[in-house]
T-cell receptor, first 112, second 114 residues
């Protein structure tokens, strides 16, 4: 299956700034999820947005979904050094819906 | 890393040897998954299982085998037929195995072929 792509591949910002990561996918989706991975560790679920939703918030996270453009964005506001990690989107296809397809990830570095 | 354990954390294998990676979960989840992650890359699905005694091939199943004899266990065997097995292997589980489920990941096993 085809993987989604995150943009940019790597992002470095100063602590306190906002970080925006984008994700594109190729199929019609049921939902899209964002995960975080600290270096050398497993992934941790951050947020899920369904195909009939356009925006969702969780703490300092804001996710948007544009199904017409097959894209999603993750915004982290007021970044902290502890936000340094890789961030992955994963789309759940509308058909054959038992699997998630993960993107290639954005490596985020927060500079103290 | 939730209630999922993977062992060992690091594994070294000689070429031509089979090796088995362990994955155990105590979350009472029906579904379990194995992913492979190469440096700087995303996750690719190897195998998944939605119920005991049943499993399905993912996108890159060649050279791998699994079993699901117990709900809490989903071991992955990397066989000598896998041409490039050096990678980071992640196991995950979810409640029911649908794409709207949150997947819970283990800490991973880093396999290196010498």
């Amino acid at each position: 299956s085809q993987q989604g792509e995150e943009d940019p591949q790597a992002l470095s910002i100063q602590e306190g700034e906002n970080a925006t990561m984008n994700c594109s996918y190729k199929t019609s989706i049921n939902n899209l999820q964002w995960y975080r991975q600290n270096s050398g560790r497993g992934l941790v679920h951050l947020i899920l947005i369904r195909s009939n939703e356009r925006e969702k918030h969780s703490g300092r996270l804001r996710v948007t979904l544009d199904t017409s453009k097959k894209s999603s964005s993750l915004l982290i506001t007021a970044s902290r050094a502890a936000d340094t990690a890789s961030y992955f989107c994963a789309d759940g296809a509308l058909w054959g819906n038992e699997k998630l397809t993960f993107g290639t990830g954005t490596r985020l570095t927060i500079i103290p | 890393d939730g209630g999922i354990t993977q062992s060992p954390k690091y594994l070294f294998r000689k070429e031509g040897q089979n090796v088995t990676l362990s994955c155990e979960q105590n979350l009472n989840h029906d579904a379990m998954y194995w992913y492979r992650q190469d440096p700087g890359q995303g996750l690719r699905l190897i195998y998944y299982s939605q119920i005991v005694n049943d499993f399905q091939k993912g996108d890159i199943a060649e050279g791998y085998s699994v079993s699901r004899e117990k709900k809490e266990s989903f071991p992955l065997t990397v066989t000598s037929a896998q041409k490039n097995p050096t990678a980071f292997y992640l196991c995950a589980s979810s409640i029911a195995g649908t794409s709207t489920d949150t997947q819970y990941f283990g800490p991973g096993t880093r396999l290196t072929v010498l």
